[in-house]
């Protein structure tokens, strides 16, 4: 009878970690589609910048410098150089 009852737990808990699975899939999917809603707006918002940009700016330098002016780096960025005798 023991191993019955065992049995009877373990697949309690199995369906418990699959509905609580399931539950975190679609709210990740959720989640995602969230995101992908907000990189398009921000891309658009991005185009129609670089389109008013382009038309005031006139050159392609001055429109790529600009562009590169708003790239932001984070993070190190030294280089690390090894030496060793031979």
């Excluded at 989640?31 to 008013?52: F, P, V």
């Excluded at 382009?54 to 090894?82: C, F, T, W």
Aim: glycine letters at 4%; a positive charge.
């Amino acid at each position: 009878m023991a191993e019955t009852t065992t049995d009877r737990e373990i697949l309690h808990q199995l369906a418990d970690m699959s509905r609580k699975m399931e539950y975190l899939t679609n709210k990740i999917m959720s989640q995602q589609d969230h995101i992908n809603e907000l990189e398009k707006k921000l891309s658009y918002k991005n185009i129609g910048t670089a389109m008013e940009t382009s038309a005031a700016a006139g050159s392609p330098i001055k429109l790529a410098n600009k562009a590169i002016d708003q790239i932001k780096i984070k993070g190190d960025l030294r280089v690390r150089y090894e030496y060793r005798d031979r």
